[in-house]
T-cell receptor, first 115, second 113 residues
Framework: DAGVIQSPRHEVTEMGQEVTLRCKPISGHNSLFWYRQTMMRGLELLIYFNNNVPIDDSGMPEDRFSAKMPNASFSTLKIQPSEPRDSAVYFC?????????????FGEGSRLTVL | AQTVTQSQPEMSVQEAETVTLSCTYDTSESNYYLFWYKQPPSRQMILVIRQEAYKQQNATENRFSVNFQKAAKSFSLKISDSQLGDTAMYFCAFLWDTDKLIFGTGTRLQVFP
């Protein structure tokens, strides 16, 4: 299996621009999570989906952030407009809700730099 | 609210020695899971070991073992025979029935030759 695939791996953009991060979960996994990692705040859960439905988006920092999962094999995290404080590494992770609970498989992350 | 605390920002150990990373958590839940994840410089998060709260026996995975003290809400990771490849950030994480995996702030481990 190819694992969780994220793109882009690196993104540099200017303040005010729209940023879209993409994620392909592992085939057969029905839960998908978006995390943000910064030095100051560590790993924060932004939002997660079960069976393509958003379950908890309480970690989404503000309305500039939105996430979608149109089908079981694709999810996006969008920031519009972006700000320098959004600079971070964004991780997507997936798991199956059957079997042993909780093992998340992470992608390699998308490093976002907003100038 | 559930919290996870890692009080050691950085640790170092010599190759082949043993090191223990600390983690404490706070919860009112009785059924939950605990994990240690490793994040090497490549950035990918890798599961090292996991523990179900209802199991009294401490989990072990090769050179990695945990000391799970449920009453004290403590979950430390012991790495035996440390190797250079163990150099990484280590995150303690907590999961309960909400599906939310909450991470601690991490401990940076450096293994020296």
């Amino acid at each position: 299996d190819a694992g969780v695939i994220q793109s882009p791996r690196h993104e540099v953009t200017e303040m005010g621009q729209e940023v879209t991060l993409r994620c392909k979960p592992i085939s057969g996994h029905n839960s998908l999570f978006w995390y943000r990692q910064t030095m100051m705040r560590g790993l924060e859960l932004l939002i997660y989906f079960n069976n393509n439905v958003p379950i908890d988006d309480s970690g989404m920092p503000e309305d500039r952030f939105s996430a979608k999962m149109p089908n079981a094999s694709f999810s996006t995290l969008k920031i519009q407009p972006s700000e320098p404080r959004d600079s971070a590494v964004y991780f997507c992770a997936s798991r199956t809700t059957t079997g042993f609970a909780g093992e998340l498989f992470f992608g390699e992350g998308s490093r976002l730099t907003v100038l | 609210a559930q919290t996870v605390t890692q009080s050691q920002p950085e640790m170092s150990v010599q190759e082949a020695e043993t090191v223990t990373l600390s983690c404490t958590y706070d919860t009112s839940e009785s059924n939950y899971y605990l994990f240690w994840y490793k994040q090497p410089p490549s950035r990918q998060m890798i599961l090292v070991i996991r523990q179900e709260a209802y199991k009294q026996q401490n989990a072990t995975e090769n050179r990695f073992s945990v000391n799970f003290q449920k009453a004290a809400k403590s979950f430390s990771l012991k790495i035996s025979d440390s190797q250079l490849g163990d150099t990484a950030m280590y995150f303690c994480a907590f999961l309960w029935d909400t599906d939310k995996l909450i991470f601690g702030t991490g401990t940076r481990l450096q293994v020296f030759p």
